[in-house]
């Protein structure tokens, strides 16, 4: 039996020319409307469907289904034509072949198990990553005064956002398909900025996180209004911040460059191998002509299986089941800039509220009290 099926799909469906370059699904989770809603609505989801069908498409149709049915069907007309003396000791084999079953089933479960731990660790990572990016951005708003440095922040936040994403796909931000051109546009980055951090040999996201220091650093320096102490636990809470960043796309350059061992992908294929052989010989006195059928849709469902984990595999890529990276630095764009604007509309004291909500003197339930008044029955 052919088991080139269980080399992992990656990055969508292949155009008509080339099994060699992949066409990404950068617009799967495009939400972008017509001039009315109702049919903006009905083209995201037709486009949603047809991206699920393309998908299932190119994880399950394949030369190796036209492979398994001839060899299926070759081997069910032979023992039923030529093998009668051998039907009643093929059939006796069916407990064996459910045993050799029951371990291909416990080996494809363990390695789906771990192929989605490891897209949940991206997941999480990835989580941290948007939360911490915006914590950076409130905690510069809360203790650095001066706006420039504060703003500059802001872009660097959201820039490291877009860098994790290129890194993650093997590319750079100034690749047109990861949001270079968009934060340019944006005026997010400096084209010499830009310029800069695709030059340096570096990983991309490691020089928003220098950048990230030399601003807090900066900023503190010449903050006169707070106490060393202040400034010193400032500076130690936003540090963690940005230890908690590194630490979390470091994790994902991790789970992206360490994939499953290859011994165990073999031992799988050729697992594989033997049960779609042993099992298309004792099925098929019993299931006729049926018998290539049944192979073929037992081959299918276990192919969806393999192709799913091997997607999981690798989380950041541009597949279905991979995580959607683009909506991720969309999000922290978008809140980081609420942040920023949330600023500059607020014209009280966040301590202290609207001076027309502060209460005329306290209540008595609170000028009364008393710690003796707490143990009393």
Known sequence: ????????????????TSMMHKQPYHDRNDTS???????????????????????????????DLLVVVIAASIV???VNQFGNEWQSFISDSKPAIGTLGAFYSFALVFRTNICYSRWWEGRVLWGTIIVCSIRITQQAHLWIKEPALVHRLSCISIIFAYCCKAQLRGSGLEDDSEGGSKLLRKGVISQEELDLISRQSGWQPYYCIDAMRVVISEGLKWDETNSEWKKNAAQAAMEETICTLANSIGGCIRVRSTGLPTAYDDILNTTGAI?????????????????PIVVLIVYTIVKMIIGVGSDMEDPFGHDESDLPLEKFCEEIDKQITAVDERAKIITFDLARGPAAHVPSERTSSYSTFTMSSSYQG
């Open 275 to 291: 049960f779609f052989t042993a099992a298309c010989l004792a099925w098929a006195p019993g299931a006729g002509l049926y018998n």
């Open 33 to 63: 409307t017509d001039s009315t809603k109702s049919s903006g609505c009905d083209d995201g989801e037709t486009r949603n469907w047809r991206h699920k069908v393309e998908f299932l498409k190119e994880m399950i149709v394949g030369v």
């Open 1 to 16: 039996m052919n088991t080139h099926w269980l080399q992992p799909v990656r990055d969508g469906p292949t155009t008509g």
């Open 76 to 78: 069910t007309i032979g």
